[in-house]
């Protein structure tokens, strides 16, 4: 018996998707059987915790509390923002190449039954970049369901309004409740080329 084993099992069980039986396996694979890659990971751990923090802007990621990349990269369009819900989508929509302005995560979606409210999301940091005024289009990039479907009505119907911003939402060409990060780059260009005024 190990409490610390134990402890770092249990550690290991609260990350999203990770079952008990898996949870046993990486302990014992990073307690027992090779340590030299648990320090590894470890450290890359305790270095993210350090430098990783969200974009100030987009939400997206960055590092050391600073601008991301994306949001000082001078050449890419200040007018379209890409709204999404996670940082990943974000890679997924660059490796499609199919993107040339900025982001904006969200960090969810609306659920009443998950208890995500307004305020549990960056939508407020959105509005503050609509009304700044340089925002020509909002592309909505939010999956396609239910959930997705009432936080882009909530953008339209609250932070766009009557502004003179166009609103368009990707097409997917995928079942309903399909997810931007299991989607390959050349159905999101297409995705992104056929948007549609929402
Ligand atoms: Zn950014």
Known sequence: ?????????NALKKIPGMGTKSAERMASFLALENRSHARDVADAIISALERVTPCPKCF????D????????????????????????????????????GK?????????????????KLNL???SERIESGCVEEI????SNDIEGEATCHYI?????????????????????GSQLGFA?????????????TF
């Open 1 to 9: 018996m190990s409490k610390a084993f134990d402890n770092l099992k």
């Open 60 to 63: 997206g990621l960055s590092e």
């Open 65 to 100: 509390g600073k601008l991301c990349n994306i949001c000082s990269d001078a050449s890419r369009s200040e007018k379209s923002i890409c709204v999404v819900e996670k940082s990943s989508d974000i890679d997924a929509i660059e490796k499609s190449g199919a993107w040339t």
């Open 103 to 119: 982001y904006h995560v969200l960090g969810g979606k609306l659920s009443p039954l998950r208890k995500i409210g307004p305020d």
């Open 124 to 126: 407020e940091q959105l």
């Open 139 to 142: 592309i909505l990039a939010l």
């Open 156 to 176: 339209q119907e609250r932070l766009v309004g009557t502004r003179a911003v166009k609103l368009t939402r990707i097409g997917f060409g995928l079942p309903s």
């Open 184 to 196: 390959d780059a050349g159905t999101i260009k297409n995705a992104i080329d056929s948007r549609k």
